[in-house]
């Protein structure tokens, strides 16, 4: 099963990742169904997947099945998807295709979800962990920090689209499982990587309130990330 899983699983991201020119996705956005470069498309995945499972008929209806589905979705996400929600329609383009290799590696080698787990100790405590290390911890160092936010606001009208907020996300999960991997030595990097990105705004900056924020900013983001890993540690 795990074989099989792989197999499939790599051919799809060589045949839409690997082997998909942007040139084509162009093409197939602009003509859509009329596309040459759609079919040449799934002839690629045909040719793959026929490869990687070395021509075996018993895999044969299974073949048919992921090109046929990958036909159908993709004309979907063409005629359905906007400007504005390319990157969703991009998610649920890969989440439908997945579902389809999943489906068809069960009905060759069934196997149940434990869906239980996901009421497990462990799992709950994870759940807990990673939402208060990530929205939770953004909503408390908003607060805390908007005494310096406000004023460096008033002074700087660019639009980062919330730039910050998913960078601090991102630096309390790296932190985070770091910590439960017993990685220390990452926050070391993490924190002089940041450091080195943030030296020159500090350096031309001018306004002390900037600084202060950056500072604190930091101290308080990896100090949330690695209290949060800590309890997680300490409950499992």
Partial sequence: MVELSFMLVLTHLVGDFFLQPTSWVKDKKKNKIKSKYLYL???VHFVLLLLITKFNKEYL????VIVGSHFTIDCAKLYLQKKKTLKTWFFIDQILHLSVIAAVVRNYYPYEIDFEILYSTQSLALFTALITVTYVS??????LLSKWSDQIAKNNSDDTNNAGKYIGILERLFIFFFVVINFWEGIGFLLAAKSIFRFGDLKESKDVKLTEYILIGTLLSFGLGI??????????
Avoid: G, N
């Fill in 41 to 43: 498309h799934l002839l």
């Fill in 138 to 143: 953004a909503i408390v160092l908003k607060l």
């Fill in 227 to 236: 209290l949060c890993a800590m309890a997680f540690k300490y409950f499992i």
């Fill in 61 to 64: 209806f299974a073949l048919f």
